[in-house]
């Protein structure tokens, strides 16, 4: 169980008009290694992919990933099956909906620890409701790492980080004619082929725009911000970013209190405090109304962001083509 102190990896509610979806064909924040030529949504998900749309939605809004690519990834590993079947038609365990390799059994038994407080074992991975949150926490962790790049990031949910971080460094730009090649920047490697080099292709012509998609990027001085267990999301015309992170690159000082059942925050000298549920809040004292309450989400708090910023004179923007909170100090 969270202890209340986590009730300080809080979260900023912006006030800003966002469109809930992609446009159709298009990832909006994507950036990085070109997707010309990259056919997507040319192809149907599976019916068995589609029943497990709730937890893919769930899983993007609290990861920051988009859950129509959840899907894709499902259908293209999977379709939706946590079984495989062998020619007789008799079925045999397999890695779940999410194809979680055994190599993974660490991380995955400390995300089940860390996210339900019990160690998840490789069995666990055959449940759709912790195989799709894995799933979008690495996602999201590489989504970080490659800068938005979701090319990349598609490619390294198959290749795995190593494989693929050694082809970009090996051949630069040229990385995507060189997966053919992955092979050879594999250890103790002996088949010969590795994973698919044709992975992002396979993923993208399952992806389509059918699921509601709510997340945000945040990024500070031109960085992506990583929130870890709670990401942006956009919701009402409002986008609700954890705090965590972000006051720790502010500099600010977060603290929840308790018995008053509030957010105080103070940075260069100004106190804001924020009572739950309340439109009201106080600025060195005074009373300023506000136009979101501040509010408890998944055991976070959350507050307005536009308002907090524009007290501590912080820079905010919101870029709207790619979902993207842009704060400068």
């Not at 598609?154 to 060189?178: C, K, M, P």
Request: hydrophobic share 40%; glycine share 6%; aromatic share 10%.
């Amino acid at each position: 169980m969270k202890k209340t102190a986590a009730a300080i990896a809080s979260a900023f509610v912006i006030a800003f008009s966002a469109v809930t979806a992609f446009a159709s064909g298009a990832i909006a924040d994507h950036s990085g290694t070109s997707m010309e030529g990259i056919a997507i949504g040319t192809e149907e998900l599976g019916s068995s992919v589609k029943q497990y749309t709730d937890i893919f939605e769930s899983a993007g809004e609290q990861y920051g990933v988009d859950p129509n690519l959840l899907a894709a990834i499902c259908m293209q590993e999977s379709s939706g099956r946590n079984l495989s079947y062998r020619e007789d038609g008799s079925e045999y365990p397999a890695w779940g909906i999410m194809q979680i390799e055994k190599s993974l059994e660490n991380s995955f038994a400390a995300f089940g620890l860390k996210t339900t407080g019990e160690e998840w074992t490789l069995e666990d991975r055959l449940d759709p409701s912790k195989a799709v949150p894995f799933a979008a926490h690495l996602i999201s962790n590489m989504l970080i790492k490659y800068d938005c790049d979701y090319m990349k990031t598609v490619q390294a949910y198959n290749f795995g980080e190593t494989v693929l971080n050694r082809i970009i460094e090996a051949v630069g730009d040229d990385w995507l004619s060189e997966r053919a090649n992955a092979k050879n920047y594999a250890d103790n490697w002996s088949y010969d082929t590795y994973g698919d080099a044709e992975y992002i292709e396979h993923v993208f012509r399952y992806y389509h725009n059918d699921i509601p998609y709510v997340g945000a990027k945040v990024r500070l001085n031109g960085t992506l911000i990583d929130f870890d267990d709670q990401f942006p999301v956009i919701e009402d015309g409002r986008t609700l970013i954890p705090i965590r992170a972000l006051s720790e690159e502010l500099g600010a000082d977060v603290e929840w209190n308790g018995d008053y059942y509030r957010a105080e925050i103070e940075m260069n000298g100004i106190e804001i405090i924020l009572p739950i549920n309340s439109t009201t809040a106080y600025v060195d004292g005074e009373p300023t109304e506000l136009d979101v309450p501040a509010q408890i989400r998944n055991g976070r708090t959350m507050v307005p962001i536009r308002f907090i910023m524009e007290e501590f004179d912080v820079s905010v923007d919101w870029d709207d083509d790619t979902r993207t909170v842009l704060i400068e100090e």
